[in-house]
């Protein structure tokens, strides 16, 4: 089945541990995206990466870094998580870089730092 | 800066009756328009497009309306089931920006 998948779901942490939330996608896409979701604000980018060693900010993307070592995994790194990053995270896989594709989201990680 | 608004929080409307959900943007370079639903503990997934060269684009009981002129998009849903309950963002892309979305609408339909 073709999927975008991030675990773990579910995260409360304590300020400064840091954390990592993985998404791999198998569907030999290109294109990843990390999001955040907020109350009143909707879905910001925080990182995004069009090919394997290729990333790039998105609107959100102080406290956060990504790699992509493999084309299938876009890890989210929060080397020292603090409370205004409590919020539902989004990992996103499209085709191809192109911002004309439809993206394919995971389910996405509920993270709350106390 | 919010540069695609979805000025209402939330919709309800009887099942069977049509459901008109509004968006708006101020970016004049974008240039494709995307809903996605959103069910509760999951993921956004993709409804229906629209490119700026039509005005309009039908698919089943969902059909997407855009007015370049007033930089305003709207999803009609018609008729509407309760399993069409769930959060409808809206989003807009060019090729020079990655996608930027809205902040949602509760579409809530009642039997």
């Known amino acids: 089945e073709a999927q975008v998948t991030q675990n773990p779901r579910y995260l409360i942490t304590v300020t400064g541990k840091k954390l990592t939330v993985t998404c791999s996608q198998n569907m030999n896409h290109e294109y990843m995206s990390w999001y955040r979701q907020d109350p009143g604000l909707g879905l910001r980018q925080i990182y995004y990466s069009m090919n394997v060693e290729v990333t790039d900010k998105g609107d959100v993307p102080e406290g956060y870094k990504v790699s992509r070592k493999e084309k299938r995994n876009f890890p989210l790194i929060l080397e020292s998580p603090s409370p205004n990053q409590t919020s539902l995270y989004f990992c996103a896989s499209s085709l191809s870089s192109s911002s004309y594709n439809e993206q394919f989201f995971g389910p996405g990680t509920r993270l709350t730092v106390l | 800066d919010q540069q695609v608004k979805q000025n209402s929080p939330s919709l309800s409307v009887q099942e069977g009756r049509i459901s008109i959900l509004n968006c708006d943007y101020t970016n004049s370079m974008f240039d494709y328009f995307l809903w996605y639903k959103k069910y509760p503990a999951e993921g956004p997934t993709f409804l229906i497009s629209?490119?700026?060269?039509?005005d309009k684009n039908e698919d089943g009981r969902f059909t997407v309306f855009l007015n370049k002129s007033a930089k305003h998009l709207s999803l009609h849903i018609v008729p509407s089931q309760p399993g069409d309950s769930a959060v409808y963002f809206c989003?807009?892309?060019?090729?020079?920006?990655?996608?930027?979305f809205g902040a949602g609408t509760r579409l809530t339909v009642k039997p």
């Open positions: 629209i490119s700026s060269i039509k």
């Open positions: 989003a807009a892309s060019s090729l020079e920006r990655d996608m930027r």
